[in-house]
């Protein structure tokens, strides 16, 4: 189905509506405007608030389990019977190559509607902790896990239907309320789940208020105000720094999904044709604008060309161009500031004394939209800032280790411990690399850590807390303890 141009609206207390303005969103693709999107004012904002306010302290939500699963049900429901709408929009304004939307860019995050609700429904939401006399009172004491109250969810580009739902799910599973803020270059995906939620769900309103802006002070706004309980963020490392700071004006708690730059490791007794292959082909899919892509390949010095060969080789064949073809691994950078971004980044690597293996500019033949050929840069060491900043295209940077030690310093020299990758053969060796990798998420030998059952998240600047799984889940719930005298 195509994605016809149209507008958007906000999710405001129930009603979809207009903001102040509007703004384009564009096809990075074509770079054509695909239609207007609301653009919530300040006022917006704070309506929105009040609603969720609203719904958290003066409605039952927050208490009532059986209405939550139902509503999670009903919402996984209605995003499927219109999953080809939203596949549409998901290709035309994200450019996610179509492949993708039957897994994390859509399918997936939808289909995890039903592990939220599974959850809520089998979850112990009160539990007893064992008899006791503290000060010599005897006393029942139980532990009661409760929601935190109103969540300001704000969410990037990237991955907008997996950003979204992951917090949407567990938020409300959890009987929060939520102002989900949308990314300025993502309007239409968050305003279509927006738009169902209105049209086909039982969510009550206030529940879910959904804001679309150009202007990221109205997510700023959000994090500072104090009817907000809790801020899930998931951005780039300079702006969650910005939300923590924000933050702590109201004491609110903050839970961080930030950037990273992690590293493919390769042991000696490794596969490399394999492991170098893969690590290209994953950094170039959805022209790497994923956090988690390992964009370090860390390989042993006496194989470094061969590595940076089969690297340039399985890139070159990664097919670019027209998110809608099933064919296209590669589809655009997001806007023309991230290509342009990226762009910068091969300039400084040649500046920076490193070679360009494959790569390095446009895609020849491609002279509309946003595309960055997947790119291998070659001669580098660790120091170097495109080896140590997020560059957020489809680039790899190859390294080279003396050894299993050496490599996991290279891999832990990085401010940011989102994922990892490891390749070898003895399982001892395997395991003493893992054992010192300071990261949220480690790949061994191919394993997929993406599922919604397992926590996700960052160690040092890549993140604080977890999403996904039931650490995700227990995020967005207090601990209350009731002490009964006996
Ligand atoms: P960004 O930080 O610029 O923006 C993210 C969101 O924050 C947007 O909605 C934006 O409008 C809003 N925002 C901007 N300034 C704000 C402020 N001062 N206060 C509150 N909200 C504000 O990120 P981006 O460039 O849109 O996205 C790419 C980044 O996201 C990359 O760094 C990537 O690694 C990261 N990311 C992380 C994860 C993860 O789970 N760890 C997942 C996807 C993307």
């Known amino acids: 189905m195509a994605a016809r141009p149209r507008s ?29 999107a ?9 309506d929105a608030v009040a609603a969720a306010r609203r719904a958290f302290d003066d409605t039952e939500w927050c208490r009532d389990v059986e209405l939550r699963v139902h509503c999670l049900r009903q919402l996984r429901t209605a995003l499927a019977a219109e999953i080809d709408t939203l596949r549409a929009v998901t290709v035309a ?10 897994g994390p860019h859509l399918q997936g995050p939808v289909d995890d509607l039903e592990y939220a609700a599974e959850l809520a429904e089998g979850y112990g939401w009160r539990q007893r902790l064992g008899a006791a006399a503290p000060l010599g009172v005897p006393t029942r004491r139980t532990v009661v896990r409760e929601p935190y109250g109103v969540v300001a969810a704000i969410t990037p580009w990237n991955f907008p239907h997996q950003l979204n739902l992951a917090k949407l799910g567990p938020a409300l599973a959890a009987g ?20 169902i939620i209105a049209e086909r769900t039982d969510i009550p309103a206030g529940v879910v208020n959904v804001v679309t802006s150009a202007d990221h002070r109205i997510g700023a706004q959000l994090v500072e105000d104090p009817r907000v309980d809790l801020v899930s963020f998931t951005g780039s490392t300079a702006t969650g720094r910005a939300v923590m700071a924000a ?18 490791i390769v042991l000696d007794d490794a596969d490399l044709s394999r492991a170098a292959a893969a690590a290209a082909v994953g950094v170039a899919r959805h022209a790497g604008q994923g ?16 590595a940076v060969e089969i690297a340039a080789d399985a890139m070159a064949r990664v097919v670019v161009g027209d998110p809608a073809d099933p064919a296209t691994m590669c589809g655009p950078l997001i806007s023309a500031r991230q290509r342009d971004r990226v762009q910068g980044y091969l300039d400084l690597a040649i500046a920076e004394g490193g070679r360009l293996a494959c790569g390095g500019g446009p895609p020849p033949g491609l002279t509309t939209g946003y595309y ?13 800032r495109v080896a140590r900043e997020e560059i957020f295209g489809p680039v790899l940077v190859v390294l080279a280790h ?23 053969i003895d399982p001892q060796r395997v395991a003493w690399v893992v054992s010192r990798l300071r990261t949220g998420t480690i790949s061994v030998n191919g394993g997929v850590w993406y599922s919604a059952d397992a926590p996700f998240g960052g160690y040092k600047q890549s993140g604080l807390g977890r999403e996904m799984g039931v650490a995700g889940f227990e995020e967005y719930l207090e601990i209350k303890l009731v002490a009964e005298a006996e």
């Open 372 to 384: 960055i050929a997947p790119t291998v840069v070659a001669g580098l060491t660790n120091d170097a």
């Open 38 to 46: 609301a653009d919530a004012g300040a006022q917006d904002l704070d």
């Open 402 to 424: 003396d050894g299993d030690a050496d490599a996991v310093r290279i891999a832990n020299d990085s401010s940011y411990g989102l994922s990892g990758a490891v390749h070898g």
């Open 93 to 102: 304004e994200v450019g996610a190559p179509i492949t993708g939307t039957y």
């Open 8 to 36: 958007t609206a906000l999710l405001i207390d129930g009603d979809l509506r207009g903001g102040a303005g509007t703004f384009p969103t564009i096809n990075p693709a074509t770079e054509d405007a695909l239609g207007q």
């Open 176 to 195: 929060n309320t939520v102002v989900l803020k949308a990314a300025p270059e993502t309007p239409w995906c968050a305003a279509e789940v927006g738009r």
């Open 291 to 306: 956090c988690a892509f390992t964009t370090r390949l860390v390989v042993p010095r006496s194989r470094y060309d061969e």
């Open 247 to 264: 933050a702590s004006g109201t004491v609110k708690k903050v839970f961080l999904e930030l950037g990273g730059k992690s590293a493919s």
